[in-house]
């Protein structure tokens, strides 16, 4: 008797550990059936529009969002040609290029796919518990021949999430010092760094899917 | 105190647990590219602060050099930063050079580096701030 609840009550433990170890929300999964058929080689990579009061937040994830794509396997065309090309046609603000029709997007800059990203937060703030640097991202890829949705994530990081526990004024101290050190030292573009990863990255869930450079690439038979 | 029989289901089924924690872990194969200056030159590009487009080329020739040395790969759109860079400074040939060594290393490149080869001057001008 008492064997058998010892071995129900091991096997009960090791299947809690084996869920939560591989803890995910419950997310239906993404449907890859566009995106495997696009097959995109080539990803232009928009400015991105920015949410939050840091003007300098476009800037911060676009000169990192090439690292994570380029290593999935996919050719990313040069960030600050394209802007530079953006802005020698007029369109000078990021919510003016996502504006611009598909079509045209695909004959000037000759890429498979683009990639539309939104800043939903970026910077250092003040909170009374703690002071974090925080940077908040989604995308969204199209196809550019067909102006498809091929696929969309998001992501998070913050500066607090390895920060170690303290008590009492302590606490107060340690947050207003945070955000001193965070805004001088320009977190927001280590945490961008971080939050672009997450977002691209082909190794979670619903992530984005190996390009044909990547040895790890799954070429649609 | 315990049988084998409990010791053998013990022990497979915390094994198991093991192995569904560690399935979780993901492997990192080594980087195809070289990114040693890449995204930084690119910001400070962008941030537009005091350092020069010809000492962000001495940068970017540099790790262009040990890349080289290492016969390590240049990152998508390197070479193309810095013929950007070339232009903004009125080094044509330099530019040229450099989109079609873009070309060269990465194919997918050609239909955009050829849009930029035959709009140059506009370049050329707006970089000169």
């Known amino acids: 008797m008492m064997r058998a609840i010892q071995v129900k009550t091991i096997a009960a433990l090791a299947a ?9 929300t419950q997310q239906p999964e993404f449907d890859y059936t566009a995106y495997k058929e696009s097959n995109p080689k080539s990803i232009l990579v928009l400015p991105p529009t920015n949410e939050s009061p840091e003007v300098i937040a476009t800037y911060g994830v676009l000169s990192q ?4 794509l380029a290593e999935a396997g996919y050719y990313v065309l040069p960030v600050a040609v394209v802007d530079e090309v953006f802005k020698q046609n007029g369109l000078t603000h990021p919510n003016e290029m996502h504006d611009a029709p598909t079509a045209k997007l695909q004959e000037i800059f000759g890429a498979d796919a683009a990639l539309f990203i939104n800043i939903t937060q970026y910077g250092t703030s003040y909170k009374v518990v703690d002071s974090a640097t925080e940077v908040s991202v989604e995308g969204t890829l199209i196809d550019l021949h067909t102006g498809q949705k ?3 994530g998001s992501a998070r990081a913050s500066s607090a999430e390895n920060r170690g526990q303290s008590s009492g004024l302590g606490i107060l101290i ?6 001193i050190i965070d805004t001088a030292s320009d977190r927001g573009f ?16 619903n992530g984005i899917l190996y390009g044909p450079r990547s040895s790890q690439y799954e070429a649609t038979p | 105190m315990f049988s084998t029989k409990i010791k053998k289901i013990a022990l497979l089924t915390l094994t198991a ?3 569904g924690l560690t399935g979780c872990a993901t492997q990192k194969a080594a980087p195809m590219y070289n990114w ?5 030159e690119v910001y400070t590009y962008f941030k537009g602060d005091d350092t020069s487009a010809q000492e962000q080329l001495a940068t970017l020739e540099k790790n262009l050099q040990e890349a080289e040395q290492k016969g390590q790969e240049l990152p998508p759109g390197y070479r193309a930063h810095m013929g950007l860079l070339y232009a903004s400074t009125g080094q044509m040939d330099q530019f040229k050079q450099a989109l079609e060594a873009e070309k ?5 490149s050609t239909s955009f580096m050829n849009f930029l080869l035959n709009n140059f001057a506009k370049l050329q001008n707006e970089g000169q701030k």
Request: hydrophobic share 45%; net charge negative.
């Open chain 1, 16 to 24: 809690a550990f084996t869920l939560v170890g591989c803890a995910t």
């Open chain 1, 65 to 68: 969002v090439t690292h994570p």
């Open chain 1, 150 to 152: 091929l696929w969309s």
């Open chain 1, 174 to 179: 340690a947050a207003l010092a945070n955000q």
């Open chain 1, 190 to 205: 280590d945490i961008a760094g971080i939050a672009t990863w997450r977002m691209l990255s082909p190794t979670k869930k």
């Open chain 2, 17 to 19: 647990a093991c192995l």
């Open chain 2, 36 to 40: 040693d200056s890449y995204e930084a």
């Open chain 2, 104 to 108: 060269q290393h990465f194919p997918e």
